[in-house]
């Protein structure tokens, strides 16, 4: 890297400073810090719950697969979120919203206690943080490693640069300061892959190469589905993420919980769906030439690196660098905020009785105490094992592990349709589902990713559903939860004067 690069770089640092520093000006209580008191433009929200599901593992894994295989990696990994998305913009956007406007609810688990019961939310909340820590640690390491293949940095030394910098900004501004920080992203990579796009296009065959590439490329690269990435892989992995990426994951929930109302909390998980069909090609084009230009590659992790390098001047390598950071410290980001949320109103009151009593201000310096805190340990894991070779193998086989088992209550209890079931179903769910998923990944030791993937989250389908069939534990508070959130609260006063 030249030193025009590092400047890029170290100005994009100064400016997630800057962010946090002045989103801290906008922070007065928790509500402020972790839902933005509801003041997000649908359209910022929108970009931000796109942004949020990037990270570097897209351009180290991600890429692997790309260089390995061609087009089905957009076909499983971004058509399956575009679709998913809007699927739940229909479905979860506006009731997530409601759950703030009509009830006060700052963390998306905060309602499950009164959905359900108390050991049912702290079930979810511990099982679901403990995902998280392992899940960020690993986004750490892909940095880290992109980091070292343009600028020879170790990786420790490349996950205490990224993490201080977080550290700073999201503890000082909160959800303020991750959505702007996702739209500086937004800005950045724009700028950083239609560069690439247009460097691949140049260095091969104009715009002809959309084209003409396919047939140079290695057999089968041009198809949907090749490899173990097959139709089946597909649909489980369109199931699994329209649960994750419409709250399952918790911190995009949150994005919906910041907009100012349902219908504008809906409008953004509209935007978010056509960012996700349309933008990742721009993105994957140049993943699935690079066989054409930095061929025989031994670690195929390295493609988007060697691609860089090879075709992209100085300061654009810079500016593509900043967005591999920008990916990784927003999602970071992100996840601090909403486990900080699940720890201080979901966890911590539980355990220690004083921060039930604590006052507003003080509440507000506990839940920065506990975002730094999280952002911390997940650095210290990162270092200590290094992740060598496990990126992409962390974060499917933890998501498999305890995204469905954990979404399956968290979402379906929002829903009228569901109203039979109860705390028994919830909980038999989520053990069921994660014995399964022991059972097949380390019983049986299946080496099909759809079997790894998939049966976790059916069995607690259809677990939650029948129990609710079969032991059905409706109550009236609990049915009126689910009823309020069926309208945004203006619609309703409209309805009631007519």
Not at 113 to 132: C, E, H, I, M, N
Not at 176 to 186: I, K, P, R, S, Y
Not at 442 to 467: F, R
């Amino acid at each position: 890297m030249s030193a025009l690069d590092w400047s890029v770089l170290g100005a994009y640092f100064l400016v997630m400073i800057g962010i946090g520093v002045w989103s801290k000006g906008r922070i007065r209580t928790v509500v402020d810090f972790f839902t933005a008191g509801g003041r997000i433009p649908w359209w910022l929200s929108g970009v931000s719950h796109h942004m949020s599901g990037y990270s570097a593992v897209m351009f180290v894994a991600f890429a692997a697969v790309a260089y390995t295989y061609g087009l089905a990696m957009y076909v499983w990994w971004a058509l399956t979120i575009g679709i998913g998305v809007g699927i739940g913009a229909f479905v979860w956007a506006a009731r997530w919203n409601r759950l703030r406007s009509k009830h006060g609810v700052v963390s998306p688990l905060e309602y499950l206690s009164r959905r359900y019961d108390l050991p049912t939310q702290q079930v979810l909340a511990y099982s679901g943080a403990l995902l998280k820590v392992v899940d960020i640690a690993a986004k750490w390491v892909a940095i880290s490693i992109l980091l070292r293949g343009f600028a020879g940095i170790p990786i420790q030394w490349g996950i205490v640069v990224t993490g201080a910098v977080t550290l700073v900004y999201i503890t000082a501004g909160g959800l303020w300061a991750d959505v702007l920080t996702d739209f500086g992203q937004f800005v950045i990579q724009g700028v950083a892959g239609v560069a690439m796009f247009a460097a691949i296009m140049g260095h091969l065959d104009g715009v002809a190469t959309l084209w003409t590439m396919w047939d140079r490329l290695p057999p089968g690269h041009g198809d949907p589905f090749a490899g173990p990435y097959t139709t089946t892989f597909f649909l489980a992995l369109l199931f699994i993420k329209t649960f994750e990426y419409n709250g399952g994951m918790w911190n995009l929930a949150q994005r919906y919980m910041a907009s100012p109302s349902g219908s504008a909390a809906r409008r953004s998980a509209l935007l978010s769906s056509a960012l996700w069909l349309v933008w990742p090609l721009v993105l994957f084009i140049p993943m699935f030439a690079a066989p054409l230009i930095v061929p025989g590659l031994a670690d195929a992790e390295e493609a988007y690196v060697r691609l860089a390098q090879t075709l992209l001047p100085q300061g654009v390598i810079g500016l593509v660098l900043a967005g591999f950071f920008s990916h990784t410290m927003a999602m970071v980001a992100s996840d601090a905020n909403v486990i900080s949320s699940v720890i201080t109103r979901d966890i911590a009151p539980v355990i220690v009785r004083r921060v039930r009593e604590l006052s507003a201000r003080a509440e507000l310096t506990f839940a920065r105490v506990t975002t730094f805190t999280f952002v911390l340990v997940s650095m210290a894991i990162a270092i200590l094992t290094e992740g060598e070779g496990v990126v992409l193998k962390i974060v499917v086989d933890l998501v498999a592990a305890t995204m469905g088992p954990i979404s399956i209550p968290l979402m379906l209890g929002m829903l009228p349709w569901f109203k039979r079931s109860g705390p028994t179903a919830a909980i038999t769910s989520w053990a069921a589902g994660l014995g399964v998923w022991a059972c097949v990944k380390w019983i049986v030791e299946s080496k099909d990713t759809t079997m790894v993937v998939g049966v976790p989250l059916v069995t607690s389908l259809v677990l939650y559903v029948a129990i609710g069939l079969l032991k059905p534990e409706n109550r009236h508070d609990r049915d009126a939860l689910v009823d309020s959130l069926g309208a945004d609260p203006g619609s309703e006063r409209a309805a009631a004067t007519a």
